[in-house]
């Protein structure tokens, strides 16, 4: 579409066109349209030139503002030598806005800022993992003696039975035969 109008305006003859635009100047705060000219245009001109010439019409040189030009169903067009012919009954409308006036800007957070404050938060998480465990030592070393005399009690008992068995076992003595035949 791009390469469609650049052959149309070099198609055209070097003429001067004239259009009609309507101001709103937004950079105000101001939504209704303050003045309606007729804009002459000279074909074949840079988007520069066009915005100079537009801007002298409406005596917009004072600020650093931007342009927007919309046709009459709202659509943005390029600001160039190439704006359509239009009447005074559907005018292009001119709008007028601050730089970056649209744009809500996202407060900028230092990128140190944010790791000194996740390594503190890591810092105070293991501080207070370190105090918890330091706080925990003595019942752990309390538990820790307390399953050792558990299984010191447990290995006793099981040597206290074991010594009976073995007791029991050099009581007996072999007589040298048994007493019944057994039966294999």
Known sequence: ?????????????????KVWI?????????????????????????????????????????APVT????????????????IPVNSKHTPYVLEVVAIFQHVVPRPRVNATTVINKSTKTQLHSI??????LEGLVPQIKLRHDEKINQEIKLLSQKLIFLNKRIQMADTHCWKGMFIRPPLW
């Not at 342009?67 to 190439?82: A, Q």
């Not at 501080?127 to 918890?132: D, K, L, M, T, Y």
Request: aromatic share 2%.
């Open 67 to 82: 342009l927007k030009i919309r046709n009459n169903r709202g659509s943005l067009i390029p600001l160039n030598s190439c």
């Open 127 to 132: 501080v207070r993992r370190i105090e918890r």
């Open 1 to 17: 579409m791009i390469n469609d109008m650049e052959h149309i305006c070099s198609d055209k003859t070097r003429g001067v066109t």
């Open 22 to 62: 309507a101001l709103k100047r937004l950079d105000l705060n101001d939504d209704r349209i303050t003045a309606l000219r007729e804009v002459t245009i000279k074909m074949g001109v840079e988007s520069a030139t066009v915005r100079q010439i537009i801007s002298s019409y409406f005596g917009l040189n004072s």
